[in-house]
T-cell receptor, first 118, second 115 residues
Framework: GAVVSQHPSRVICKSGTSVKIECRSL??????MFWYRQFPKQSLMLMAT?????????EQGVEKDKFLINHASLTLSTLTVTSAHPEDSSFYIC??????????????FGPGTRLTVL | DQQVKQNSPSLSVQEGRISILNCDYT??????FLWYKKYPAEGPTFLIS?????DKNEDGRFTVFLNKSAKHLSLHIVPSQPGDSAVYFC??????????????FGQGTTLQVKP
């Protein structure tokens, strides 16, 4: 149980285009989903927290107009990188929490999406 | 301000021996701690967690110890296996606050288990 998927796993796009990344909890209802990015050889940096049906809460320094987050259902959250630039190239990882009973406070992570902006 | 610190960037142990990964934190509001294992280009995999009301939690080859007075936790893997080679992240959360379960991650420790 507690499986989280991400799509796509890898995307290459041109500068100025927008990219949408999907995060799905496959076998549980995720009341909260989180979006992280990881630069090479660095830790995971939280970008934003989203609860189903409400606006995402962004971490300091993260542009909410650039990184659009939608959490429309208890199993799906999307991150859209708008007008992507090469400096947005990174590894984006989502996580989900809300497993009924048991590890309710544990975040379960998706496999990540490698974004490369040319 | 690094609230969760893993001061050892790497650790190398022999197969069959014990691996001890350490983590320190500064925020006394943290009350839930987790260890994740991560391979390159993959998402972290949850290993084990511990609540601040406990000082030890064991799951198979993995044991996490928490020393609240020292604000220190450690992950013991015994016996270590080559497949354990990965980056290990500790993470902390302040569930008692209204931070919506946000996790703060350490920098990670790369474990290499030699056959």
């Amino acid at each position: 149980g507690a499986v989280v998927s991400q799509h796509p796993s890898r995307v290459i796009c041109k500068s100025g285009t927008s990219v949408k990344i999907e995060c799905r909890s496959l076998d549980f209802q995720a009341t909260t989903m989180f979006w992280y990015r990881q630069f090479p050889k660095q830790s995971l940096m939280l970008m934003a927290t989203s609860n189903e049906g409400s606006k995402a809460t962004y971490e300091q320094g993260v542009e909410k107009d650039k990184f659009l987050i939608n959490h429309a259902s208890l199993t799906l959250s999307t991150l859209t990188v708008t007008s992507a630039h090469p400096e947005d190239s990174s590894f984006y990882i989502c996580s989900a929490s809300g497993l009924a009973g048991g590890q309710a406070d544990t975040q379960y992570f998706g496999p990540g999406t490698r974004l490369t902006v040319l | 301000d690094q609230q969760v610190k893993q001061n050892s960037p790497s650790l190398s142990v022999q197969e069959g021996r014990i691996s001890i990964l350490n983590c320190d934190y500064t925020n006394s509001m943290f009350d839930y701690f987790l260890w994740y294992k991560k391979y390159p280009a993959e998402g972290p995999t949850f290993l084990i967690s511990i609540s601040s009301i406990k000082d030890k939690n064991e799951d198979g080859r993995f044991t996490v110890f928490l020393n609240k007075s020292a604000k220190h936790l450690s992950l013991h893997i015994v016996p270590s296996q080559p497949g354990d080679s990965a980056v290990y992240f500790c993470a902390a959360s302040a569930r008692g606050s209204s931070n919506t379960g946000k996790l703060i991650f350490g920098q990670g420790t790369t474990l290499q288990v030699k056959p």
